[in-house]
Nanobody, 127 residues
Framework: QVHLVESGGGLVQAGGSLRLTCTAS????????KAWFRQPPGKEREFVAA????????YYADSVKGRFTISRDNAKSTITLEMNNLKPEDTAVYYC????????????????????WGQGTQVTVSS
């Protein structure tokens, strides 16, 4: 079991930036790939970005590629999502996720999700 806690959401104008952070309660999951997902209002939860356990590989949804950057600091058991040039369609609750079956980033590439979710943080982008 691991608790994931997201922070950093808020209200921003289109074109602005936000930085989200997710902290894990257990160091065990420092050896797992981690990811960000989001759920826009009235829509299904969707994949945003993933990062390998050592941080050397990343993977992004096409909709955020070139605007969002995922990173991690295993010494602090955190992952971060830097979001730039935000658009109204980025409005969503953002969740971090970990605990896929093989613990590898390839799991997220193949559409899998991990067992553990944070409570989410709201990001609202005004036009």
């Amino acid at each position: 079991q691991v608790h994931l806690v997201e922070s950093g959401g808020g209200l921003v104008q289109a074109g602005g930036s936000l930085r989200l952070t997710c902290t894990a309660s257990r160091r065990t999951f420092d050896t797992y790939a981690k990811a960000w997902f989001r759920q826009p209002p009235g829509k299904e939860r969707e994949f945003v970005a993933a990062i390998s356990f050592e941080g050397s590989s990343t993977y992004y949804a096409d909709s955020v590629k070139g605007r969002f950057t995922i990173s991690r600091d295993n010494a602090k058991s955190t992952i971060t999502l830097e979001m730039n040039n935000l658009k109204p369609e980025d409005t969503a609750v953002y969740y971090c996720n970990t605990g896929t079956r093989s613990s590898r980033m390839q799991d997220y590439r193949s559409g899998a999700v991990g067992l553990y979710w944070g409570q989410g943080t709201q990001v609202t982008v005004s036009s």
